[in-house]
Structures are given as C-alpha cells and as structure tokens.
C-alpha cells in the first residue's frame, strides 16, 4: 500500500535526526498524524521558526539575536573568564551544572588533520583575537578527552599569551562509579588529572 508523498517526505525528513532510522520515523509522522490539526500546526510553526536561529556572533552559541543572552550579561563578561567547548551540547551540558558563571567560545569541532580540520577551519584565531579584546584572565579548556581533543587543548595552550592562566576540566571516575568497571582511558585519565586534597 502506498502512503500520501506528504507522509513520505516527512518520513524523510525525520529519518536524518541522529538515532532516527525510516521505522522510527515512520512511527513518529503516523504519531503527529493523530494529533489535532492544530497541534500539527503548532509543530510545523515551530519548525519553520528554527530558520530564524543563528550562531551568536561572539561565543558561537545559538540565538535568536547576534548575540546570545550569556554574552549579553555583562556581569558574566566582567568575569573575565572564558570556557571553550567543542559544541553547543557541551556548553549547555556545563551550563545546565550551575558551576560556571563566565563566558563560553564554541570551536564546533577539534582539530583533525585527517578530515581536514585545522585552526583555520575552527576560526581559533577569532577566539584568540576575543581573548585579547576582552582582555581575559583565565581560559578554562572543556574538550572532550580524545586524541583530537588534547591536540586541540595542547595548540590552545601553547599559541596563547603566556599571562592568560589556562586550565582543562578534570576526566576520570564519575560519581558512584567503580574502578573495577571502569576502562583503562578513563583511569589513565584519572590519574593524570588528580589533584591535591
């Protein structure tokens, strides 16, 4: 039996979320397709604003206006503090904590020389150039643990002024975990980063 092509290109369209293959999607419009023509309205509304979402021209954060409500909030600017993260998923991850009350930079990525991912595709020297204008003390280095990530946190380090002080959050046992389940990474990770008490 042959579905409406309305229902098709909506499968579609679902199917290219991350975790969302054609049976889920499938499921999901056939879902939309009992609510209230209203609802369904209301959902294709909402949709369509998301064409009005944009990178906030300071931190890369996304926003409705040039820039975000954390760079607007000039008690947080005065802070004088910079996070960097890899993505919008970490910052709001770090931002959802309550632990952070600078400012944010987001690389959208890491360097990866093999996919072709250098400073340059990064725009790192725009982060270098906001540093310096806003004249910051500290740089807080949120990357993910990888390869790729200690390579982008090494090439922050040693590319920024020497004055600026610079730190990487802490890897390693998560709360209520157990060393004896924990892989070697994590542990090595651990270890590096362990501090005194």
């Not at 996070?83 to 709001?92: A, P, Q």
């Not at 982060?127 to 003390?137: C, E, Q, S, T, Y």
């Not at 600026?164 to 998560?174: A, L, M, S, T, Y």
Request: glycine share 8%; aromatic share 6%; with cysteine.
């Amino acid at each position: 039996m042959k579905l409406p092509d309305q229902i098709h290109d909506c499968v579609r369209s679902f199917s290219q979320l991350p975790g969302v293959g054609p049976r889920t999607a499938t499921r999901q419009v056939l879902s939309i397709l009992n609510w209230s023509v209203k609802e369904r309205e209301l959902l294709a509304h909402s949709i369509q604003n998301l064409s009005h979402i944009k990178h906030c021209s300071e931190c890369g954060m996304l926003s409705s206006e040039s820039l975000c409500n954390v760079c607007q909030d000039s008690e947080r600017v005065n802070k004088k503090i910079v996070c960097v993260v890899e993505n919008v998923k970490d910052l709001l991850a770090i931002e959802d904590s309550g632990e952070f009350q600078g400012i944010y930079h987001v690389l959208g990525g890491v360097l990866n020389p093999l996919l072709g991912i250098g400073p340059d595709e990064l725009k790192i020297d725009k982060f270098f150039a906001r540093v310096k204008r806003l004249d910051i003390a500290e740089v807080i280095l949120a990357v993910n643990p990888s390869l790729e990530g200690d390579a982008t946190c090494s090439y922050i380090k040693s590319s920024i002024d020497n004055s600026i002080n610079v730190e990487r959050i802490g890897f390693g046992v998560p709360i209520g975990g157990s060393l004896e389940y924990l892989d070697s990474q994590t542990i090595s990770k651990a270890l590096e980063y362990r501090r005194p008490m």
